[in-house]
T-cell receptor
Framework: NAGVTQTPKFRILKIGQSMTLQCTQD?????MYWYRQDPGMGLKLIYY???????DKGEVPNGYNVSRSTTEDFPLRLELAAPSQTSVYFC?????????????FGPGTRLTVT | GQNIDQPTEMTATEGAIVQINCTYQ??????LFWYQQHAGEAPTFLSY??LDGLEEKGRFSSFLSRSKGYSYLLLKELQMKDSASYLC??????????WGAGTKLIIKP
């Protein structure tokens, strides 16, 4: 199993540009999440999904959109990049059928908006 | 409001024991997690506590007191590879994780 994979690993965007961060998991997990992590701060939940076709906002959803057309994929879309979106983005997945609710993380995407 | 507090940084010596504390206030509680995060890498799961008491897993142990809103992570026989950030996170009533800012642990030889 590859686990959770994310692409790209690094990206530099100009203000106003758009991009999609890709996330794929091969563990058949029903739950998927997008977080951002700023230096010295805790992870903040952007969006999450409890299954294909179902998404919901987290703590910091403004400026982002998501879709979940399949169990495996959960892309994050930035429509009009702003410097405040400079951060490290992590995708994670978990299976609701376990008792531990452990989340498995992808390697992250380091995004700079200038 | 929801809040997770943990020290920003701690220093310990190789071979010693260190305890990293975490206090929390959340809307509802469905368990407390500890994750390890090496610099530039993703968080990896260490432990999950939902009942009061101590859970031991090799060199790492995690303790929870729900009445006090308190947890700690205990690391024994410290190794240089344990230098990392340790993240405390609580699962709230919506089964979402609320994360602390992390404790950077520096191990000195």
């Amino acid at each position: 199993n590859a686990g959770v994979t994310q692409t790209p690993k690094f990206r530099i965007l100009k203000i106003g540009q758009s991009m999609t961060l890709q996330c794929t998991q091969d563990m058949n997990h029903n739950y998927m999440y997008w977080y951002r992590q700023d230096p010295g701060m805790g992870l903040k939940l952007i969006y999450y999904s409890v299954g294909a076709g179902i998404t919901d906002k987290g703590e910091v959803p403004n400026g982002y959109n998501v879709s979940r057309s399949t169990t495996e994929d959960f892309p994050l879309r930035l429509e009009l990049a702003a410097p405040s979106q400079t951060s490290v983005y992590f995708c994670a997945s978990s299976y609701s059928g376990t008792e531990s609710y452990e989340q498995y993380f992808g390697p992250g995407t380091r995004l700079t908006v200038t | 409001g929801q809040n997770i507090d943990q020290p920003t940084e701690m220093t310990a010596t190789e071979g010693a024991i260190v305890q990293i504390n975490c206090t929390y206030q959340t809307s509802g509680f469905n368990g407390l997690f500890w994750y390890q995060q090496h610099a530039g890498e993703a968080p990896t799961f260490l432990s999950y506590n939902v009942l009061d008491g101590l859970e031991e897993k090799g060199r790492f142990s995690s303790f929870l007191s729900r009445s006090k809103g308190y947890s700690y992570l205990l690391l024994k026989e410290l190794q240089m590879k344990d230098s990392a950030s340790y993240l405390c996170a609580c699962m709230d009533s919506n089964y979402q994780l609320i994360w602390g800012a992390g404790t950077k642990l520096i191990i000195k030889p």
